[in-house]
């Protein structure tokens, strides 16, 4: 490949930068935007170059990401239609389309690469390059963006003016760039902490953390459908296969109790080896409708983890069987643990109501408990009781109930 071509630069006798007084760099050194997702202060960032004099035609930012599924996320603008948000997934197979990239290179330590595309023989040695000259681009600019963690993204910005960027709005965007870099490496740090938060606490929690809420035993009483789900012999299949596949098994079937919690406003709070937690905050909506939104996540959990056995028995493995238990009542939802190592959960006997109630599921051979607090929500479901039976360290015997069987076999 041709060696990158420099952005030329010129020495400037004038003692200040040109960014010391520009509004631009004015409003980057505010606070304006600070809170806000990263594609609103992009956004405001192009449109005040463009303000500024600079006509961006279009400008990408890539931000390395701190996600199990995605690795990298481009914020594309475009001067019609704002900022587009591209996740780049792990496993998406376009590691060569990022090798022939400009972005490549910067990341291998190039400082910049410019290509005029309104030439007569343009240098199109980037696939991109083909995709805006086709869009009538006639300049792209591409600049490392140093961040102080020593991570390297990449800020890139194209025009379609005549005769491409001038060496004056070169040399604002060069200027420009450190104050641009701070800026968005406080942004990302941001949306990294908040997605760090998200995957390991869940939305909920995560919200309350960047809030302040981080005291120990700091937290409120809330009123709550609590779902608790366990796989069934778990501690065998441990014993008796890999380890790389006791992690397989356990995501597969996460996955099937996850996305029916998560898609019906559910919150996945914590997992306990092989048991799930998760809650339905009824202070947001109808208690009835609560209830009946995480009876539905416990039949189509069933139904994704019928789908899944089928895939396992045709690969010749064992299936798998789960016990759900569904109960409601008031739990405190706040932090516990020692002063420098602290959970954000739910906690109270309700909580442990629940994980007695699906420890049952088991002995009375059926996959889904419902309590009697929580069957008294009408979701429009027949319900079958079981009786009375003893929960361990519960002093009163609770009624349970279940749905009929042919609901839980064909996730309807």
Not at 68 to 95: E, M
Request: a negative charge; one cysteine or more; charged letters at 20%.
């Amino acid at each position: 490949m041709t060696a990158p071509l420099k952005i030329p630069i010129p020495d400037r006798p004038e003692l200040e930068p040109m960014w010391s007084s520009h509004p631009v760099a004015t409003w980057l050194t505010q606070h304006e935007h600070a809170a806000n997702e990263i594609e609103f202060f992009y956004a405001a960032l192009n449109e005040r170059l463009v303000a500024a004099g600079i006509p961006l035609f279009r400008a990408t930012f890539g931000l390395l990401s701190m996600h199990p599924q995605v690795y990298a996320r481009n914020f594309l603008w475009h001067h019609t239609d704002g900022v587009q948000v591209i996740d780049r997934t792990i496993g998406d197979g376009k590691k060569d389309d990022y090798v022939r990239s400009p972005v490549y290179l910067l990341h291998q330590g190039v400082d910049s690469i410019r290509r005029r595309l309104d030439q007569p023989a343009p240098m199109l040695d980037f696939p991109v390059l083909h995709d805006l000259k086709a869009e009538g681009a006639t300049d792209y600019v591409a600049m490392a963006l140093h961040f102080s963690t020593g991570q390297i993204n990449f800020v890139s910005w194209s025009t379609d003016q005549a005769g491409g960027f001038t060496t004056e709005q070169l040399s604002l965007l060069h200027d420009l760039l450190p104050l641009i870099s701070l800026r968005l490496e406080l942004a990302s740090a941001y949306f990294m902490a908040s997605t760090l938060l998200n995957t390991y606490l869940g939305p909920a929690a995560a919200r309350r953390v960047l809030s302040g809420t981080t005291r120990r035993a700091e937290g409120e009483l809330i009123k709550a459908a609590i779902f608790y789900s366990d796989l069934r012999s778990f501690t065998a299949m441990a014993d008796a296969v890999p380890s790389e596949e006791i992690i397989e098994t356990l995501n597969d079937y996460f996955d099937c109790m996850i996305e029916p919690v998560k898609s019906r406003g559910g919150e996945v709070l914590k997992f306990v080896g092989d048991g799930m937690l998760a809650i339905f905050q009824m202070d947001r909506t109808s208690a009835d409708d609560c209830a009946c939104r995480a009876v539905g996540a416990a039949v189509e959990s069933f139904h994704n983890l019928n789908s899944l056995n089928d895939r396992r028995q045709a690969d010749g493995r064992t299936a798998l069987r789960a016990g759900i238990a569904l109960h409601a009542g008031e739990v405190m939802f706040g932090n516990i643990g020692s002063g420098d190592r602290l959970d954000f959960t739910v906690i109270g006997p309700a909580v442990n109501e629940v994980s007695r109630m699906e420890s049952l599921t088991h002995m009375l051979d059926k996959p889904l408990l419902l309590s009697a607090p929580f069957a008294k929500h009408n979701c429009g479901s027949a319900l079958n009781s079981l009786g009375f039976h003893v929960l361990r360290g519960v002093r009163e015997p609770r009624e349970l109930f279940t749905l009929p069987d042919h609901l839980l076999a064909t996730g309807s």
